[in-house]
Structures are given as structure tokens and as C-alpha cells.
């Protein structure tokens, strides 16, 4: 699906490599495996630096993310401190505030992330645009239109696989979030 | 759906430009209908409004005509309608709306089969006004609608208004005489999913040089790039008019 909707732009694309991993991938080891794979390729195509092109340098890696991401932060036993310097401080956040959240506060709330703030970027999204993903499971449970909030070709795929009904929104009702059930073990 | 009553649903306004906004206002107001288990809805009618209406920032109807059939290529169920655009001066609502129920009306006179045991006469569809919330406001702005129009457009036709945001139309229906009357033929449509992607919000990207990528058609997004639609000097259009509307009052005041 992810694909299907970005088959329009120039400049994003998607990446199955996360998901392809055995178990469940901490934030920080799947940036590490991206920041790796950038600067490889950087490395790889470099053409030395003449007077007229300057040599660039490697690309930075930053993780975009929404106003809701900032306040998983303080959810016990969701993020090891070290796990979030290194997301935070090493690569740090482009933070997209979405309707009445306030990233501003989590950042106060927190002594971590404040240490950090200037590693933080925040963008404010003034064309309230908040189509929830549950909103959109929601709809399609109940034979509701959710047309113009996802490409049609996301649509399409969707109702020629069945995806989201009651049965499918029942999966993992009682199982922990991994992360947290691997904290658990780790206590 | 049988024994339900056919209806059409109308958006007057601007779409300067039109936004997956407006368009979503159609898909959640059949829904909403549907869901009544009154009606059955068998079409949908976008009708921009003329240039002469006046207001800051409006670019030529052919513009905006051409960007909302753009956008509504991927619909099978709502078109858009020239006629509005095409008139002299700016068209009251309610004259828009008696030309399109005349319209459908005289559709249905013209095609319809004679009944049979099998197929029972079918009710003319009737037309009501889609709107958002923000609509249900403009009719406290003094001289903007005359009383009379009120009572055909909402209590003749009916309103089928579907709230964005933190815009509260049992409020405007409530502080209303008028409105509260005529409480039965106002549906009102909760949009749960917030989407609030105003044209104005729009058209302040554009200029800027932002992207509006996935907030409008890429077709209509083209368009406008195009034809360099949405510049500093378009926004100052009309920007010392009046509203058509309410210098049309003031002359007849």
C-alpha cells in the first residue's frame, strides 16, 4: 500500500527493510542500519572534489515523526535513555505537530529531551490535517467512504485484499507490544 | 434500496481552488444520508461560484471549473455544473438551487418509464444543499440572505451540513429563529475525521512556494502551476470589493 501511494512523488520512497527483520526493531538500530546504508553509498559514488564542486557531505539522517511520537517517550519501559540520546541527540527529530497536541510541552516534561532541543526540529502543520489510520480502519469496518483520504489506488487494494474488517482490527487485542514485553523479560 | 427517496446533493462556493476537503464533504454526506435509511443519493453537483460575486482572491471560473473536473475525474457520482459560473451576475443560492431542481425535475418528467407491477413509480429526486459548518454562520452576517430565501433554501430544499473542526452548527441552528424552524430538514453530518484543508490555507502555501502535495488532486496541483494561478497579485483581487451579496443589499436598502 505504502508503494501504491507514493507512486507520485519524486522524492520518497519506501524501504522493506524493517520489516523484513525476525523480531521487532528498535527505532535506533533500524536508523543505524539506514545511516550505514547512506553513507556507504555516499562513499561509494563520490567523485573527488574539484574547485567547482566541492566535496558534499555524507547526508544526515533525521527521524520524522508526529506531535503523538514525542509523548511515547515518557510511557515506561517504551525507550531505553541511551536508545533515545542516540535517536535524539546523534540524528535527531523533525517533529510535525498535528491538531491540539503540543511537542513543546513533552519536550519540557522531559530532562532528556530537553537536553536535546536543538536537535529537535518542529514544524507546525497549519492545514489541520489529522486523518488518523484508526479513523480509517474505522470507516472501512462500517462500509463508510474513504475516498480522497488515501489515494484510490490504496483504496483499491484494500477492498481486492479484504484488509480491515472486525476480525482484522481483533489481531493482537491481548498480546503486548513487543517492546514492551521484551522490557519486561530484560527486568 | 427500494421505497427510498432519490436525492441530490448541491455545494455552492468558490473552490478557489477545489481541495480533497470539499470533495470529501460529498462522500460523508451520501454516507450520512444512506445511513438515515430515508434516502438514496443519485448525484452530486459542484457549482462554483461566478467572478462576480467579489471576493478577495478569486481567480476566473474558467480556472476553477477546470480544476474541479480535474478533480472529479474519479468520481462516478458528482460532476460539476457551469451554469452558476455562466450567469451575468452573481446568483442568489436559491435561485442556483430552483434551477437545478428544475432541472432534475424535467430529467426525471423526460426519462421516466410508465410504472408497472414490478417497477413502481419513483419520486423525483429532491435537492438539497451541502455545506459545511462554516455556512450555517453566514446566515447571522446582516443583509448577506434575505429572510425568504432562507425559508426556500433550508425549510423548501434542506441542508445537509457537515461539520469541519471546532465549528458548532447546533449553535448557529439554535441562535436562529429561522433555522430552528425549519430544525427537521437540517442533517447534520459529524465529520470525525478532522480535516480542515481550507482553500485559503491553500492558496497561503502556494504563494509561499510550500508544497500542497496530497492535500488537492496532483492534477489540479499541475493546473494551477500551470497557469501560474495562485501568485501575491491574485489574493488582491477584489480586495477593496464588496461581497456581490451584500452590495446588492445595500443598493436595494
Not at chain 1, 520489516?19 to 542500519?33: I, K
Not at chain 1, 533525521?62 to 540524528?91: N, Q, S
Not at chain 2, 442568489?92 to 423526460?110: K, L, N, P, S
Amino acid at each position: 500500500m505504502a508503494r501504491l501511494a507514493l507512486q507520485s512523488s519524486d522524492w520518497v520512497s519506501v524501504d522493506d527493510w524493517e520489516s523484513q527483520q525476525a523480531d521487532w526493531t528498535e527505532t535506533v538500530v533500524t536508523m543505524r542500519y539506514h545511516y550505514g546504508h547512506i553513507a556507504a553509498q555516499y562513499h561509494h559514488s563520490k567523485d573527488p572534489p574539484t574547485n567547482e564542486q566541492p566535496a558534499s557531505d555524507v547526508p544526515q539522517l533525521k527521524l520524522l515523526c508526529g506531535a503523538d511520537f514525542m509523548d511515547t517517550f515518557k510511557v515506561p519501559g517504551l525507550w531505553m535513555d541511551d536508545h533515545v540520546e542516540e535517536v535524539v541527540g546523534r540524528f535527531g527529530l523533525v517533529c510535525v505537530s498535528r491538531g491540539s497536541l503540543q511537542p513543546d510541552r513533552a519536550i519540557h516534561e522531559s530532562d532528556l529531551l530537553s537536553r536535546h532541543r536543538q536537535s529537535i526540529f518542529l514544524v507546525r502543520e497549519w492545514v489541520h490535517n489529522e486523518i488518523s489510520a484508526t479513523e480509517i480502519r474505522r470507516a472501512l469496518r462500517r462500509g463508510h467512504s474513504v475516498k480522497y483520504l488515501l489515494p484510490d489506488s490504496v483504496i483499491d487494494y484494500i477492498r481486492e485484499h479484504n484488509l480491515y474488517t472486525q476480525d482484522s482490527e481483533m489481531k493482537n487485542k491481548d498480546v503486548k507490544l513487543r517492546p514492551l514485553a521484551m522490557q519486561a523479560i530484560q527486568d | 434500496m427500494a421505497g427510498r427517496l432519490p436525492l441530490v446533493l448541491l455545494a455552492c462556493g468558490s473552490f478557489n481552488p477545489i481541495t480533497h476537503q470539499h470533495m470529501r464533504l460529498f462522500e460523508l454526506a451520501r454516507d450520512h444520508m444512506h445511513q438515515t435509511g430515508l434516502y438514496r443519493v443519485v448525484g452530486g453537483i459542484v457549482s462554483p461560484v461566478g467572478d462576480g460575486y467579489g471576493k478577495q482572491g478569486l481567480v476566473a471560473s474558467k480556472h476553477r471549473l477546470a480544476m474541479a473536473r480535474l478533480a472529479l475525474q474519479s468520481s462516478d457520482w458528482v460532476s460539476v455544473d457551469d451554469w452558476e459560473s455562466q450567469q451575468a451576475d452573481w446568483t442568489e443560492t436559491v435561485v442556483t438551487m430552483r434551477y437545478h431542481y428544475g432541472h432534475i425535475a424535467a430529467q426525471y418528467h423526460h426519462s421516466k418509464d410508465p410504472p408497472t407491477n414490478e417497477q413502481p413509480a419513483s419520486d423525483v429526486p429532491q435537492l438539497k444543499l451541502l455545506c459545511g459548518a462554516d455556512f450555517m454562520d453566514t446566515f447571522k452576517v446582516p443583509g448577506l440572505w434575505m429572510d425568504d430565501h432562507v425559508e426556500e433554501v433550508v425549510g423548501r430544499f434542506g441542508l445537509v451540513c457537515v461539520s469541519r473542526g471546532s465549528l458548532q452548527p447546533d449553535r448557529a441552528i439554535h441562535e436562529s429563529d429561522l433555522l430552528s424552524r425549519h430544525r427537521q430538514s437540517i442533517f447534520l453530518v459529524r465529520e470525525w475525521v478532522h480535516n480542515e484543508i481550507s482553500a485559503t490555507e491553500i492558496r497561503r502555501a502556494l504563494r509561499r512556494g510550500h508544497s500542497v502535495k496530497y492535500l488537492l488532486p496532483d492534477s489540479v496541483i499541475d493546473y494551477i502551476r500551470e497557469h501560474n494561478l495562485y501568485t501575491q497579485d491574485s489574493e488582491m483581487k477584489n480586495k477593496d470589493v464588496k461581497l456581490r451579496p451584500l452590495a446588492m443589499q445595500a443598493i436595494q436598502d
